[in-house]
């Protein structure tokens, strides 16, 4: 067939040793600028981190034949994974220094196929609530023209980083 893809990722552990040592916004915009490497999924599926602010991110990706399933489009477990991503960095930038969080649950809605005919598709995680232990995030996944693609909730639990030991 000929169909090959290969790609390369940086360490992760230098980007998960600088979690939690700035505020969330700010350690996702150091990663969007290049100055702590992007994690390895990134890489695997293809897809960026555009844009980030205060309670809102968004990632996007041009799906090709490696993201589909055996029916010939997109995979659902690319949606989600989108998906996921924009709404937990949507949280994750609210964070204050110190502290991380992680996925509790996401609901996913498919609505519409994607193949790799449907061009970029982007998907934009905003915050709906926050608390001191938990956060609601939702995340729509959008075509060029904002035609609603999929939808998704998340339900992330906060939690204080352990300080990196200097030993």
Known sequence: MGRTRTYEW???SITAAAAGRTSGLDFLREMRAGLLP???VTATLDFTLDEVDEGRAVFSITPGEEHYNPIGSVH???YATLLDSAAGCAVQSTLPA????????????FLKRITA????VRAVGTVVSRGRQTALAEARLLDAQDRLLAHATSSCMLFPVPAASTA
Do not use: C, F, I, Q
Not at 98 to 109: A, F, H, I, R
Not at 117 to 120: E, H, L
């Open 10 to 12: 940086e360490d992760p």
């Open 117 to 120: 005919d449907t061009g970029r």
């Open 98 to 109: 110190g502290m991380g969080y992680t996925s509790l649950d996401l609901t996913v809605k």
């Open 76 to 78: 659902g477990g690319v």
């Open 38 to 40: 992007a994690p390895p």
